[in-house]
């Protein structure tokens, strides 16, 4: 890795003002909050199928609803908050969603719940698609980086803590206790968004990009920067995903694990993943956000490779956990870095860019849900296959983002760090 000029430094502690810490906290929770609603009730799916009195596959469509909701919500949203501006959006969003989690924690059947959780899906995709624009706004380049490693750092962390934070409530509040923890979470939200949120796209900036120069966002949106850069983040994410998919098969299946055991492994998982994106916003003070992003995911490649190898040759199962752990720990070097740099080249369509990378991240997730398990609960081919593949295109995506024209960088020229940041 490369180390930064003093000149970056002191860009960095220029735009470090930008973001406060009590709006950065905002961000991160908006960003965390739906990865939570997808996944904390799981555990509880057999207590629903009794108490509505329908089949696993009818509580299996309010999952469904979600994701759908959430999938389209994004590319609805992002456009708008470019258009209107973010915080309107937003908040209109956000009191969407806070009724229809209410409205999940009192359904009386499972057709309303599916119906109020396509509604929550759509509106809770606010959250997360105009936080990544708003850091987008107030900061460019290394400080852009940074913030985006908070975010989605926890956007990565949720999906891996909620299911456990499920099995522990289920027992004692129920499947409609779990759904008011999660309207617990979009109220503070929507009164931290109060609290902290300012409109970051005024009407001159919305004019003026409308108005003014020359690069058409559909450009920027096609260029070989975002898309590199935006593909490199969807397929790293999906690696940790089909991991995630596999991991009560993997650890209590094959490794042989009780729940508590489970709990600790997938738990340890997230902490290395916590650590590694803390330590990334640190590190982007002292080296290119490039050459962080590259490094974790080669780290990742190198450690899925090693886990593939371990599972073609028979290896004891409780030997996967090492591959696992490191290959999930370092992608905290690459997702917020890597959607820094998409979000970068795509300065006039933000939130376009940041709803078009959220919605692709949620399709190849959910691609790679069923792939994994497609050879039964006692072999990890599957896992394997599916983890090299996407982690081999991540790395492809961003060799050919490098590959881009440094003319084409939407960085701004005021900014040494930044245009560094683009062309590293």
């Known amino acids: 890795m490369t180390p930064r000029t003093q000149s970056d430094q002191h860009s960095t502690t220029t735009a470090t003002a930008r973001i406060g810490i009590g709006l950065m906290l905002t961000l991160a929770l908006l960003s965390g909050i739906a990865p939570f609603a997808i996944d904390m009730y799981l555990p509880a799916f057999p207590e629903m199928v009794a108490e509505l009195d329908t089949t696993a596959s009818g509580v299996q469509l309010s999952l469904t609803a979600f994701l759908v909701g959430a999938g389209v919500g994004q590319v609805i949203f992002g456009p708008l908050s470019d258009r209107f501006g973010r915080l309107g959006p937003l908040v209109a969003g956000m009191l969407i969603y806070l009724a229809a ?45 940074r913030g985006l490693s908070v975010v989605m750092t926890v956007s990565g962390i949720a999906p891996v803590l909620a299911p456990v934070a499920g099995s522990l409530l289920t027992e004692p509040i129920g499947w409609r206790g779990l759904m008011w923890v999660v309207t617990g979470l979009v109220a503070i939200g929507l009164i931290a968004v109060f609290l902290s949120v300012r409109e970051t796209r005024p009407r001159t900036v919305r004019d003026a990009a409308r108005q003014g120069p020359k ?9 070989r920067a975002y898309l590199g850069n935006m593909l490199a983040y969807v397929f790293a994410f999906t690696t940790m995903m089909a991991y995630i998919s596999a991991s009560p098969f993997l650890y209590q299946g094959m490794m042989g694990m009780d729940q508590v055991q489970y709990g600790l492994a997938f738990g340890l998982n997230a902490l290395a993943l916590m650590l590694v994106g803390a330590l990334s916003a640190r590190l982007t003070r002292r080296f290119h956000v490039a050459a962080l992003a590259r490094t974790g995911l080669l780290l990742n490649l190198a450690s899925v490779a090693v886990f593939a190898v371990l599972v073609f040759t028979g290896a004891p199962a409780i030997w996967l956990t090492v591959p696992i752990l490191v290959s999930v720990g370092v992608l905290g070097l690459s997702f917020g870095n890597a959607t820094a ?35 039964g609960e006692t072999t990890a081919v599957p896992l394997a296959i599916t983890m090299l593949v996407t982690s081999a295109l991540a790395n492809i995506a961003f060799a050919v983002a490098r590959g881009a024209d440094p003319r084409h960088s939407a960085a701004p020229a005021t900014e040494p760090a930044t245009e560094r940041v683009e062309t590293a």
Request: proline share 4%.
């Open 215 to 223: 690069t058409s966002p559909v450009r920027a949106l096609t260029s």
């Open 101 to 145: 989690s209410v409205a999940t924690a009192l359904a009386p059947t499972v057709e309303f719940l599916i119906g109020a959780r396509l509604v929550q899906g759509l509106a809770g995709a606010a959250g997360m698609v105009i936080s990544r624009a708003i850091i987008s706004d107030l900061a460019k380049g290394v400080e852009a980086a």
């Open 341 to 375: 740099l998409a979000l970068a080249a795509v300065p006039a369509a933000a939130g376009l860019g940041s709803a078009i990378l959220g919605l692709l991240q949620h399709v190849f997730a959910g691609i790679a849900a069923p792939i994994v398990s497609i050879a």
